[in-house]
Nanobody
Framework: QVKLVESGGDSVQAGGSLTLSCVVS?????MAWFRQVPGKEREGVTG???????HYAYAAKGRFTISQDKAKNTLYLQMNSLKPEDTAMYYC?????????????????????WGQGTQVTVSS
């Protein structure tokens, strides 16, 4: 059983930065950040596996960084150069089965644990 609790969402201006946190209870082999806007499917942002491999969606490359502090059982998403189109509910996700993100982070339906979400709003 894995429990995920996100925090850090906020309203920022375009060009600003924000760091999201996800406190993890339990063990997961792969973890990821997804985001969703009303009326659209949940889309992958970035993922990381237990070997430290990372994968970034095209929209996140060069601007977002996923990291984890295992001592604090926390997953982070550092977001820089934020754009209005980054506005969404951001979700932390975990998969407790053996997995890797070395060839991609997989879709939302491949993760079996989810946090409640944290809202990020970027204004122009």
């Amino acid at each position: 059983q894995v429990k995920l609790v996100e925090s850090g969402g906020d309203s920022v201006q375009a060009g600003g930065s924000l760091t999201l946190s996800c406190v993890v209870s339990g063990h997961a082999y792969c973890m990821a950040w997804f985001r969703q806007v009303p009326g659209k499917e949940r889309e992958g942002v970035t993922g990381i596996d237990s070997d430290g491999n990372t994968h970034y969606a095209y929209a996140a490359k060069g601007r977002f960084t996923i990291s984890q502090d295992k001592a604090k059982n926390t997953l982070y998403l550092q977001m820089n150069s934020l754009k209005p189109e980054d506005t969404a509910m951001y979700y932390c996700a975990a998969l407790d089965l053996s997995c890797t993100v070395s060839s991609g982070m997989g879709g939302a339906n491949e993760y079996n644990y989810w946090g409640q979400g944290t809202q990020v709003t970027v204004s122009s």
